[in-house]
């Protein structure tokens, strides 16, 4: 089972990224797959996740209305838009599968100045 996330940068205030994390070797119809984040010296938190079942999803509040996380099944693909970024979203995001998340991806860096 393996987790490679792609598609971190960096960006000016207001800009966007596109974060992709594809999946091999792991498939589940009812799990529930997420992204985290982990700036220097704190701690990891929960961005957005989506349950592939129902297609529910739930973001932090503080980027609500700017993030949006979908999965492109087929393709066993989970996706984060980010749009007008803020220095304060910059960390090392991973993606994860499960709840609790039990599969995690190596890690792709925002920075945002």
């Known amino acids: 089972v393996q987790l490679v996330e792609s598609g971190g940068g960096s960006v000016q205030t207001g800009g966007s990224l596109r974060l992709s994390c594809t999946a091999s070797?792991?498939?589940?119809?009812?799990?529930?797959v997420g992204w985290f984040r982990q700036a220097p010296g704190k701690e990891r938190e929960g961005v957005a996740r989506?349950?592939?079942?129902?297609?529910?999803?739930s973001y932090r509040d503080d980027v609500k209305g700017r993030f949006t996380i979908s999965l492109d099944s087929p393709r066993n693909t989970l996706v984060l838009e980010m749009n007008n970024l803020k220095p304060e979203d910059t960390a090392m995001y991973y993606c994860?599968?499960?709840?609790?998340?039990?599969?995690w991806g190596q890690g792709t860096q925002v920075t945002v100045s």
């Open positions: 989506i349950y592939s079942d129902t297609g529910s999803t």
């Open positions: 994860a599968a499960g709840d609790p998340a039990n599969v």
């Open positions: 070797g792991y498939t589940s119809d009812n799990d529930c």
